[in-house]
């Protein structure tokens, strides 16, 4: 598989007719600075696709990019890559969180998008949060697949590796596909488009 082309669709608000046009869409989650933005770039080889480093918070809006992919058999077909605004950055105002979380769960739930599977970025630093918690429930709970990217594993040394390793599987046990990744120096960025485009 590999990815000819990715270009900007819309960013979209509500019901608009991208959201059921029979593309799958592949979703891509995360808390503000997790790398979410560099994630995509390096997922595209694209590097300027998504602005990295944007102040959190600022993206009120679901981007879609459409990107055309060449599959082994060289098949061409296409999907939408969905950037979800990045969640739970705490200098927002409430009423702003809110609006946030209002919209990125309307897409989470909503019963005819085309939503293919979501990608949950997490930093590795950090490990998976309560507000990733909240956000595995409502995707079990609407049947939604889903795998954890966990970015920024140029960060850890071979222990703190290890012991992720450890904590991922005992929480998400063998029902939850979990890929490790830099989105910086692009180490094992194909195992996570392998687990991405596998199914499409
Ligand atoms: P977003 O807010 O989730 O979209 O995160 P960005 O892509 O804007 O990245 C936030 C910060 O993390 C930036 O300073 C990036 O350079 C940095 N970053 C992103 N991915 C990686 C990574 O794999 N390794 C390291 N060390 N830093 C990263």
New binding site residues.
């Given amino acids: 598989m590999r990815i000819l082309e990715t270009t900007f669709v819309q960013g979209v608000v509500d019901e608009t007719a991208v959201l059921y046009d029979g593309t799958p869409h592949i979703a891509f989650i ?10 995509l ?1 390096a997922i595209t080889g694209k590097r300027k696709l ?5 102040t ?1 918070g600022k993206t009120r809006e679901i981007n879609f990019f459409k990107a055309r992919l060449e599959l082994e058999d060289k098949q061409q077909t296409s999907v939408y890559l969905v950037d979800l605004p ?1 969640y739970g950055y705490a200098k927002l105002s409430k009423t702003q969180r809110n609006q946030l979380k209002e919209l990125i769960f309307w897409y989470l739930k909503h019963p005819t998008a085309d939503t293919a599977l979501v990608c949950i ?1 997490i930093d590795s630093k950090v490990g998976i949060t309560d507000h990733d918690r909240e956000i595995i429930e409502v995707l079990n709970a609407h049947d939604k697949k889903f795998i954890i990217a966990v ?5 850890l040394n071979q222990k703190s590796r290890h012991a992720l390793v450890q904590s991922l599987t005992q929480e998400l046990g063998d029902t939850t596909a979990y890929v490790m ?5 692009n180490k094992h960025i194909n195992l996570l488009q392998e687990a991405i485009f596998n199914g499409i």
């Fill in positions: 995360g808390r503000s600075n997790v790398g979410k933005s560099s994630t770039n998504v602005k990295v480093g944007q959190p990045g970025v970015n920024k594993i140029d960060k990744y830099s989105a910086t120096t």
